[in-house]
T-cell receptor, first 113, second 112 residues
Framework: QQQVKQSPQSLIVQKGGISIINCAYENTAFDYFPWYQQFPGKGPALLIAIRPDVSEKKEGRFTISFNKSAKQFSLHIMDSQPGDSATYFCAASMNTGFQKLVFGTGTRLLVSP | GAVVSQHPSRVICKSGTSVKIECRSL??????MFWYRQFPKQSLMLMAT?????????EQGVEKDKFLINHASLTLSTLTVTSAHPEDSSFYIC????????FGPGTRLTVL
């Protein structure tokens, strides 16, 4: 019940295209859903996060869509750029991350020039 | 704001020695810090939650006597890998909680 399932495992998108990564969870007590971007050899950096009281949040080219009834959330990267090539992790926690984060398995995104 | 640093960034040690990794919140105070471990091409695995002034809470399967955590101040937590062995080689990442968890840049540990 503590798992967060993430797909796809890897993704190749052409420059300018839309990258979509999906996550699903079981624990309805989760109330904080962040997405992290990680470059090789670096720590993860918070990209964008959402709470279940809204269905969508947009920050620049990054959008989270949240479906509470389906217990699913997704990250959309619009106008994908080669610099977006990285590993993306979804996560979930209770109490805004003060509680431990449960991470998805990660998606390796490659944006081709 | 919300910068977290780790030191060292890379360390190579011989089997049987101990290694200390520092995690600092540079511009904020953090009563709670977290330590993660990440193997190549895998996700982050939480090892322990570190609370200032109290004992760390370890996740199931993590040896508390092998991975010693000390959170002596509101800006510093340390992870000591005792009697390190090659299987302890990994990428260790800390995070510090303010309004959310902010992650450090990680420490690559290689045990020969």
């Amino acid at each position: 019940q503590q798992q967060v399932k993430q797909s796809p495992q890897s993704l190749i998108v052409q420059k300018g295209g839309i990258s979509i990564i999906n996550c699903a969870y079981e624990n309805t007590a989760f109330d904080y859903f962040p997405w992290y971007q990680q470059f090789p050899g670096k720590g993860p950096a918070l990209l964008i996060a959402i709470r279940p009281d809204v269905s969508e949040k947009k920050e620049g080219r990054f959008t989270i869509s949240f479906n509470k009834s389906a217990k699913q959330f997704s990250l959309h990267i619009m106008d994908s750029q080669p610099g977006d090539s990285a590993t993306y992790f979804c996560a979930a926690s209770m109490n805004t991350g003060f509680q431990k984060l449960v991470f998805g398995t990660g998606t390796r995104l490659l944006v081709s020039p | 704001g919300a910068v977290v640093s780790q030191h060292p960034s890379r360390v190579i040690c011989k089997s049987g020695t101990s290694v200390k990794i520092e995690c600092r919140s540079l511009d904020f105070q953090a009563t709670t810090m977290f330590w993660y471990r990440q193997f190549p091409k895998q996700s982050l695995m939480l090892m322990a939650t570190s609370n200032e002034g109290s004992k760390a809470t370890y996740e199931q399967g993590v040896e508390k006597d092998k991975f010693l955590i000390n959170h002596a101040s509101l800006t510093l937590s340390t992870l000591t890998v005792t009697s390190a062995h090659p299987e302890d080689s990994s990428f260790y990442i800390c995070s510090a909680f303010r309004d959310t968890q902010y992650f450090g840049p990680g420490t690559r540990l290689t045990v020969l």
